[in-house]
């Protein structure tokens, strides 16, 4: 028995009936992953009187990213930033660097038609 890993959201076209051991209305309904199997799934999709719709399972919503805690100011007791952390804040002002683009387009402009 193979369970279908998918969200199947059923309507019955005659205002509602009993199908694969499940009440289908004649508003749509959702049956919620690993809820069916194959064969029951065969059977939905054979009933003329069912609307059956397979919609894949909902993604995983990206975790909002953990904020790094303040560093503690000395003197308020809280522990110093750990090796992993500093390293961490180090590499957050890497973006400051000038990587030596000229800021002057006509410069640029009149160094390349030579």
């Known amino acids: 028995m193979v369970v279908i890993p998918v969200i199947v959201r ?15 209305g004649a508003e ?25 719709e397979i919609i894949d399972p909902p993604q995983e919503p990206p ?3 953990k904020k790094k805690p303040a560093p503690a100011a000395e003197g308020t007791g809280a522990p110093a930033p750990g090796p992993a952390e500093a390293a ?17 387009p006509a410069q640029a402009s009149g160094a390349e038609g030579r």
């Open 63 to 65: 975790q909002p990213r």
């Open 88 to 104: 961490e804040a180090a590499e957050g002002d890497a973006g400051d660097e000038d990587f030596g683009f000229d800021d002057d």
């Open 28 to 52: 749509p309904g959702d049956i919620p992953p690993g809820s069916l199997t194959e064969d029951q799934l065969a059977v939905l999709r054979a009933d003329p009187d069912l609307e059956v």
């Open 10 to 24: 059923t309507r019955s076209l005659r205002g509602g009936h009993y199908r694969a051991g499940l009440k289908h």
